[in-house]
């Protein structure tokens, strides 16, 4: 069996590689192009371990249909495990190697092709609604300029026609014409993925149960899916809070504890759609609200916000590992 660290950049990767059967070690620099070429080269149980990042799909394929096994691994922990203040990419990949051949490989669970293909829709929704809020803020402004204060108002049908009937010239005018044209080109975009959201949500195999909870609708609840993947990966709701990002960072020693800010290390598009939601919920739900009355209170209205998405992820999580739909008074954790 030959097993393989890989030190993985886009423009090329190290490897450092052992035979088992041999104990033949190699280290080796290549490009993209060498990499196709070294890898189809190899004959027989092949083993590659690498961490977890971005842009690597090609990769990921290549080895798939040449029957070799990727174990990506959390870069973090990966990281923490190498003790020398020293880092070179021959180090990386020697150190990928070892934590393989000693079992200590911190490996991460990976989606399939099919639901990173979803992913990526639920992305591009979720950037341009970004965009779509962008440029809205804009057309706010320039009403704002002209004396014209309508917040909410500006969008309906009334308003529009106010805003296209401001006497603007110039580049002043182009620049209101050409934010209003991609606001209708954005708003026709994003209805479009709203239907192939709602289309995809239905046939999943969770999602229709996540939606029973009052304040989530198709995107948050496929969203929440794809993310956690696979509800035993998670023993308990702590550990689904701490991976989406939305339990307090901690440094606590001594018998004194320290708490800051959320940690914010999961998935910022999941976490931003749990805050959004749990306004929603905050409305709907009489537990929910009296909660998120109180600490707004006694805090602040944005800890107040990510206190009720927190909650609301614990619930979406137990809703899945039960397999039963929202009750009111019935969750746990």
């Given at each position: 069996?030959?097993?393989?660290?890989?030190?993985?950049?886009?423009?090329?990767?190290?490897?450092?590689?052992?035979?088992?059967?041999?104990?033949?070690?190699?280290?080796?620099?290549?490009?993209?192009?060498?990499?196709?070429?070294?890898?189809?080269?190899?004959?027989?149980?092949?083993?590659?371990?690498?961490?977890?990042?971005?842009?690597?799909?090609?990769?990921?394929?290549?080895?798939?249909?040449?029957?070799?096994?990727?174990?990506?691994?959390?870069?973090?922990?990966?990281?923490?495990?190498?003790?020398?203040?020293?880092?070179?990419?021959?180090?990386?990949?020697?150190?990928?190697?070892?934590?393989?051949?000693?079992?200590?490989?911190?490996?991460?669970w990976v989606p399939n092709l099919e639901q990173r293909d979803l992913r990526q829709m639920l992305l591009h929704r979720f950037k341009l609604v970004g965009?779509?809020?962008?440029?809205?803020?804009?057309?706010?402004?320039?009403?704002?300029?002209?004396?014209?204060?309508?917040?909410?108002?500006?969008?309906?049908?009334?308003?529009?026609?106010?805003?296209?009937?401001?006497?603007?010239?110039?580049?002043?005018?182009?620049?209101?014409?050409?934010?209003?044209?991609?606001?209708?080109?954005?708003?026709?975009?994003?209805?479009?993925?709203?239907?192939?959201?709602?289309?995809?949500?239905?046939?999943?195999?969770?999602?229709?149960?996540?939606?029973?909870?009052?304040?989530?609708?198709?995107?948050?609840?496929?969203?929440?899916?794809?993310?956690?993947?696979?509800?035993?990966?998670?023993?308990?709701?702590?550990?689904?809070?701490?991976?989406?990002?939305?339990?307090?960072?901690?440094?606590?020693?001594?018998?004194?504890?320290?708490?800051?800010?959320?940690?914010?290390?999961?998935?910022?598009?999941?976490?931003?759609?749990?805050?959004?939601?749990?306004?929603?919920?905050?409305?709907?739900?009489?537990?929910?609200?009296?909660?998120?009355?109180?600490?707004?209170?006694?805090?602040?209205?944005?800890?107040?916000?990510?206190?009720?998405?927190?909650?609301?992820?614990?619930?979406?999580?137990?809703?899945?590992?039960?397999?039963?739909?929202?009750?009111?008074?019935?969750?746990?954790?």
């Amino acid at each position: 069996m030959k097993i393989i660290g890989c030190d993985f950049h886009p423009g090329f990767q190290q490897i450092a590689m052992v035979d088992t059967e041999t104990g033949e070690h190699m280290e080796k620099r290549l490009m993209p192009t060498e990499a196709i070429q070294f890898y189809s080269q190899l004959h027989g149980p092949v083993l590659v371990g690498m961490e977890g990042c971005g842009n690597t799909l090609w990769f990921e394929r290549l080895l798939a249909e040449l029957g070799h096994d990727l174990w990506l691994g959390d870069a973090g922990k990966i990281r923490a495990l190498e003790v020398r203040k020293q880092k070179t990419d021959r180090r990386d990949a020697e150190l990928l190697l070892r934590l393989l051949e000693e079992g200590r490989f911190p490996r991460l669970w990976v989606p399939n092709l099919e639901q990173r293909d979803l992913r990526q829709m639920l992305l591009h929704r979720f950037k341009l609604v970004g965009m779509k809020r962008q440029v809205k803020n804009q057309l706010q402004h320039l009403a704002l300029n002209q004396g014209m204060q309508r917040k909410a108002k500006l969008w309906n049908q009334a308003g529009r026609k106010l805003l296209q009937e401001l006497p603007l010239s110039g580049w002043t005018a182009r620049r209101r014409e050409e934010l209003l044209s991609l606001l209708d080109d954005l708003e026709q975009k994003v209805g479009e993925l709203d239907e192939a959201v709602e289309e995809a949500a239905r046939k999943d195999a969770v999602a229709p149960l996540l939606q029973t909870h009052p304040g989530v609708g198709p995107v948050t609840a496929l969203t929440f899916s794809l993310t956690l993947g696979q509800i035993e990966r998670f023993a308990h709701s702590r550990q689904v809070v701490s991976y989406l990002g939305l339990n307090p960072a901690e440094h606590s020693s001594g018998g004194r504890q320290r708490l800051g800010r959320i940690s914010k290390q999961g998935n910022p598009m999941l976490r931003s759609l749990l805050v959004e939601a749990g306004q929603t919920t905050a409305r709907l739900e009489p537990e929910l609200k009296r909660a998120y009355q109180r600490l707004k209170r006694r805090k602040h209205s944005a800890v107040a916000k990510v206190m009720v998405a927190r909650k609301l992820a614990v619930r979406l999580y137990w809703m899945w590992r039960t397999q039963q739909p929202y009750k009111r008074h019935s969750h746990a954790g």
